[in-house]
């Protein structure tokens, strides 16, 4: 095989410590020697190690994505050293073969010989951007699961509030809840706290409040709410700084949210994740890829053995996958119509993954040429073959025992 580069390092990154093998050329034409050093984990020794890497002129420096210790070494190598994350299952050895010096002396040699694709490493200001959406997204599991502790919680007391509000997190609710916590047991005088619409469900709500909460309970109760209420706080907090990081990206963001079931959190998602620059994935069909929104590909002898989804950002999945469960919901748009033709031929499983490829082709297209969202319309299929929708139309009503006869509406 060719060699790309003749002087190529390879990391292997530990929490303390990384293995480095620097690859260069030997004494004779034609041949190299390998060399593998230790060196620490902490910013003091990263930045002799690149002073080092400097003074062998390396190239290229290959480090696999390991956790989150790739980071330190990666960040301070950016500016100063050609570096290339690679993602370890391409990257992987012989089997038997598996140590740390060994890992570092095979990512030199393949890197050597440009055999490793780079994973995508956004650049700093999309970096803080993913850091505050990733933690919005933490903090907003973490907010939904007190709620459910607290409303599984509150079984055991006889109140079945959940069975008759929406929400135990809506104003309503925290009224009642509150004044439970603080002694109120008169189910007609905590039914009054209602709000809203919820008020027309004044005698449901005395008839599901009627229960045992003992002191216990209010206790459980105000521990739960506590935790509910430091969650939204923080929500809130790092919302309004993703609001400030995401100032110079808020016509993209604008424009993504034309896209049916794209609110302004996920269209925030989708740019932390992706970095707005389509630049770096060539097609749409790359970006859905590396999300893993599409088929997998594994065939052999002529057989197409799995077309499974392959892992990808986990965040940007499920940001898309809210956006298509809304699409699902919704009337008179193409991408409804879409959810609908295809999940009663495959099922609503592989429909909610098809529309998040197409959010996510649409997406690259707006970002990348600029584009404008224009929705085909719901009736996209019908106006797509008229004849064909016709024909489906008359054998539906052949089937329930209709005699049909068509006649051509006037002009």
Not at 179 to 194: M, T
Not at 329 to 341: D, F, P, V
């Amino acid at each position: 095989m060719d060699v790309v580069h003749e002087r190529a390092a390879g990391m292997d990154i530990s929490k303390r410590d990384a293995k480095v093998a620097v690859r260069v050329p030997g004494k004779r034409a034609g041949t190299f020697t390998t060399d593998v050093t230790t060196w620490g984990s902490t910013v003091g020794q990263i930045l002799e190690l690149i002073e080092f890497l400097e003074a062998q002129q390396v190239t290229t420096v290959v480090m696999e994505a390991t956790s989150d210790y790739w980071k330190p070494f990666c960040f301070l190598m950016e500016d100063r050293l050609p570096v290339m994350l690679v993602n370890a299952k391409q990257a992987r050895n012989i089997p038997g073969r598996k140590t740390d010096v060994s890992d570092s002396a095979w990512l030199a040699q393949l890197a050597a010989h440009g055999l490793l694709r780079p994973s995508f490493v956004p650049p700093e200001p999309i970096r803080q951007l993913r850091d505050l959406t990733r933690a919005r997204a933490v903090a907003v599991r973490d907010r939904t699961r007190q709620v459910q502790r607290l409303e599984k919680f509150l079984e055991s007391s006889g109140i079945k509030l959940s069975a008759v509000a929406s929400e135990l997190t809506g104003a309503s609710s925290r009224a009642i809840l509150d004044a439970l916590v603080a002694g109120e047991r008169d189910p007609q005088q905590l039914a009054q706290l209602a709000r809203g619409t919820l008020r027309n469900k004044i005698p449901q709500l005395v008839e599901a409040l009627q229960g045992r909460f003992t002191d216990h309970h209010a206790f459980m109760v105000t521990e739960y709410l506590t935790q509910i209420d430091t969650a939204t706080g923080m929500i809130d907090r790092l919302t309004a700084r993703i609001e400030d990081a995401i100032a110079p990206f808020r016509l993209a963001r604008q424009a993504l949210t034309t896209i049916p079931g794209i609110s302004t959190a996920v269209a925030e998602v989708i740019i932390a994740e992706t970095g707005a620059d389509m630049a770096v994935f060539e097609t749409p069909g790359h970006l859905a890829s590396w999300a893993g929104v599409c088929p997998g590909s594994n065939e052999s002898a002529g057989r197409v053995k799995s077309s499974h989804t392959r892992p990808g950002d986990k965040y940007l999945k499920a940001a898309l996958g809210v956006a298509a469960m809304s699409v699902s919901r919704a009337q008179g748009t193409y991408l409804a119509a879409k959810y609908r033709r295809i999940a009663a031929r495959r099922g609503p499983v592989l429909a909610v993954v098809a529309i998040e490829h197409a959010i996510l082709t649409a997406a690259w297209h707006m970002l990348r040429n600029g584009e404008v969202y224009t929705d085909p319309g719901a009736d996209y299929y019908t106006r797509l073959n008229p004849q064909k929708a016709t024909n489906r139309a008359i054998r539906q009503l052949q089937n329930l025992g209709y005699n049909v006869t068509i006649t051509p509406a006037p002009a």
